[in-house]
């Protein structure tokens, strides 16, 4: 049976696509993730389900799909409302029948493949007006997940916030003990635009910045993000693929604002929020250096 997961955007729909599947009796098989709104829309025909060599420019040799590489397992299709019309109809066939054709090709494949989807649009609306197809939808929608936001489960929050401190403490060489009641309370008044994935990224500014001691405060004011964006980064996609790249990148934004000026008041030391030994260190660590930049 297909599974549908609901949720906004940050909630944590893969980790409960990924429990669903390692308590299924698939378990010992593979799943596979496609992110649909990452693949362009020429090419995920041939993603899903594989091409022959010559079945157009550049396919230079035979390519298995995710259905077929998932065969016995679970194939992960996270945000499916992004899927383009076209496709919708190929990929109702499979979860009817089983049977797909490589891009290309004429030999009919089959695949056991059990569906886990997820968006976080809504579907039976869309399903309503046209721009998702009613039978796609009611196929994969027999049995759905609702995960409620950040904002709808508070309590939550001390425990995923002392989760992610102690899964990146380590990372940033910090030896957190405890988080401030005043972040604390900064973190339960929050709404949580981002919801989960917001809140990690909260706590992974906060390591950053912190100064050495063992208790974890806020790098700023929630919601007001760092000073340099992702993009400004040059680190594609919602979240930065690179930590490390990540926090160099904000420290050299820092010291050229102080003119290189590291210790001292008016110092990117001071203005980080750390000792000037440690931001010394960081920069080490992460060869920066003035004479590069």
């Known amino acids: 049976i297909p599974v549908l997961i609901l949720g906004e955007t940050g909630t944590g729909k893969e980790l409960i696509a990924r429990a669903v599947h390692e308590l299924s009796a ?11 709104p ?25 390519r298995m799909g995710r259905f077929e590489l998932a065969d016995g397992g679970t194939l992960f299709l996270d945000e ?15 979860l009817q029948t089983g049977e ?8 009919t494949l089959k695949a056991d493949v059990r569906l886990i989807a997820a968006t976080n649009r809504d579907l039976k609306a869309e399903a309503a007006t046209g721009s998702f197809r009613a039978d796609l939808y009611y196929r994969i929608g027999s049995f759905p997940i609702s995960l409620p936001p950040l904002r709808a489960r508070k309590d939550d929050i001390p425990i995923l916030a002392e989760h992610f401190v102690h899964k990146h403490a380590a990372r940033f ?23 989960i994935r917001e809140l990690e990224s909260t706590i992974e500014r906060a390591l950053i910045s912190s100064a050495d001691t063992d208790v974890l405060d806020l790098a700023g004011p929630l919601g007001s993000g760092p000073q340099i964006t992702a ?9 930065p693929a690179n930590l ?36 010394r260190s960081k920069m080490k660590r992460l060869g920066i250096s003035r004479q590069h930049h």
């Open 244 to 279: 490390s790249t990540f926090e160099r990148t904000y420290i050299i934004n820092v010291l050229e604002q102080t003119r290189w000026k590291i210790s001292g008041e008016g110092g990117a030391a001071s203005v980080l929020g750390v000792p000037s030994s440690t931001l």
């Open 100 to 107: 797909f054709e490589r891009l290309g090709g004429t030999e």
């Open 26 to 36: 698939r378990h010992d098989q593979p799943l596979v993730n496609v992110n649909c």
């Open 80 to 94: 499916i409302g992004e899927l383009p019309l076209e496709l919708q109809s190929k990929l109702l066939r499979v």
């Open 231 to 239: 993009a400004r980064a040059g680190i594609r996609g919602e979240d």
């Open 173 to 195: 060489g910090k030896e957190i003990k405890a988080i401030s009641a005043r972040m604390l309370r900064a973190l339960m008044n929050y709404d949580w635009p981002g919801n």
């Open 38 to 62: 990452a693949l362009p829309a020429d090419i995920i025909e041939s993603e899903l389900f594989g091409h022959e060599a010559g079945a157009f420019t550049g396919a230079h040799s035979r």
